[in-house]
């Protein structure tokens, strides 16, 4: 076995990790100022942006400069001769004007997530939230419920981040079986959507808190999907769960402690009739944890955010549903880190 020499190995992937805030700030930051957006009407100059976005000369072309490097903006001439336009990926996931925007997840990134990791290291040493909750705020879940504003955020981001899995799901799994389907959790009734576009015979419910009600209910009436998709409300932590073929649960689990994620998965077998299917969608964890580090990061992330929860493997869900009856379990492959695992009853 050959082994690395002093001189064969070189500090760039450490100062590339270790330095990384540098772009991903630098992305976040266009993000939050809609650079990306103002980019997709049409191409502008240095000095437009400047103006439209209310930025210091000192930095401008650094800032812009840099995301170009980054890929994310093209650019003709240079400095006071320069032309700015979207990169082909920006403008089409960047843009808040279309549907297949999914910065809502960097604006949270951005607006809240950036300051709490900071806090990493007391995280990993007391096992607490970095969040609101630890200057005395309100549970993460209870504040974003009770602002309308702040829950139509979050469930824009969620429906962002996520919105390339529901699709690849509702178009690769087999539901020639299945009828009905249930996504607990719902919020903004996208992987309910999808489903109903891409199955025309499946009928489905996005079941979630009351709150969330009227935001799903104006996504299926815009998509003109209300005679297939219905929106029920409720509390999966404290009631049975509506009954379906298929039970869905999109980034749920990971939020609970084991206790309460072997009862969810109880709830689930209890929903489903013989033959029926329960899905999760998840950064799920490769059994050796050393491969998705995105997913192993997920985890880190919902120490930060909650009191118990945390991201898994496989292994670690086939051990879970076997205990409560399911006897088969599959996963497919969807976008990026992500995954749906699944268990038949």
Known sequence: MKTSTTESLDPSKIMQ????????????TAVNMELFTHLAKGELSGIEIKNKLGLHERGLYDFLDTLVSLGFLKRSGLKETSIYSNAEDTNLFLD??????VGGIL??????LFDFWNNLEECLK???????TKTGGAPIFEALYADESKLREFLKAMGGIQMGNFITFSKTFDFKNYNTLCDIGGA???LAAQVAINNKHMNCISFDLPPVEPVAKENIKMMGLGDRVS??????LNEDLPQADVITMGNILHDWGLDDKKMLIKKAYEAL????????IENIIDDNRCENAFGLM???????????????SASDFNSWVNQCGFTKTFIMPLTGPSSAIVAIK
């Open 17 to 28: 990790i270790g330095m990384g805030f540098w772009a991903s700030k630098t992305l976040l």
């Open 273 to 280: 009739p013989q033959g029926g299917a329960f899905v999760v």
């Open 126 to 132: 007391t096992g607490k939230p970095q969040n609101e």
């Open 188 to 190: 903004g009734a996208y």
């Open 96 to 101: 808040k004007n279309k549907p297949s925007y």
């Open 231 to 236: 929106i029920k409300s409720g509390d999966f």
């Open 298 to 312: 997920m985890s880190l992330n919902m120490n930060i955010e909650t009191s118990e929860g945390f991201d898994f």
């Open 107 to 112: 604006e949270m990134a951005n607006n809240r």
